[in-house]
């Protein structure tokens, strides 16, 4: 009878730590499959794999425009869109915010709900390359330049977008530059670069 008391305080003790072991490890196997998902964009080092220069555009100038999109030219044909923010001679605070939606094209400054913004960026500072993971179907990416006067002021929508597309053989290149004035004097306040690499 003297045995069996500490006999069954141990047990006891052990059915405690076996129950609390039991629940972290249903919390590990929970959240294990949210910490494998791959992040929405991830930065790189390395420049997108274009192949060779095919044909360059024409500068064209949207004054009125404040944001501008890339689509999928075939939804059955795996595509994969890079971009990055390589600077910018700005006299007001800049912003920039990235939009995944999986349909196609907006009209001219309407932009997805908030619910696919998938990155935002407030500065103009030069990054390394973003890239999107590789997707089949008809997809549209919004890039949106925003500033502002202050650090405690709204943001506003840019007042245009200039754009120079170059054609390669496994894509297309595309050079943005936002205005943040509505005088619109030099198109180089924010300026980034996307890719869409999708073969022919």
């Not at 390395?46 to 501008?68: D, F, N, Q």
């Not at 330049?145 to 943001?155: I, Q």
């Not at 754009?163 to 496994?170: F, H, I, P, W």
């Not at 619109?184 to 999708?198: A, R, Y």
């Amino acid at each position: 009878m003297g045995t069996s008391l500490p006999v069954a305080e141990s047990m006891k003790r052990r059915g405690t730590v076996y129950g609390f072991v039991l629940a972290i490890a249903v919390v590990v196997l929970l959240a294990w499959p949210l910490g494998l998902r791959a992040p929405a964009q991830q930065s790189t080092s390395a420049s997108p794999p274009l192949g060779g220069m095919v044909r360059e555009y024409e500068l064209v100038t949207m004054p009125t425009a404040t944001a501008y999109s890339v689509y999928t030219a075939n939804p059955t044909t795996p595509h994969q869109v890079w971009y990055r923010i390589y600077g910018g001679d700005a006299l007001f605070r800049q912003r920039l915010r990235v939009y995944q939606e999986n349909a196609g094209p907006r009209p001219i400054n309407q932009l997805p709900p908030e619910s696919e913004l998938k990155q935002e960026i407030t500065n103009n500072n030069s990054t390394g390359w973003f890239r999107f993971a590789p997707e089949t179907g008809v997809f549209t990416y919004y890039f949106d330049g925003d500033n502002r006067l202050s650090a405690s002021s709204p943001w506003r929508d840019a007042f245009g977008v200039k754009v120079k597309r170059t054609r390669y053989s496994n894509g297309n290149r595309y050079d943005v530059s936002f205005e943040d004035q509505d005088s619109l004097d030099d198109f180089n306040d924010l300026k980034l670069e996307v890719v869409i690499l999708q073969p022919v």
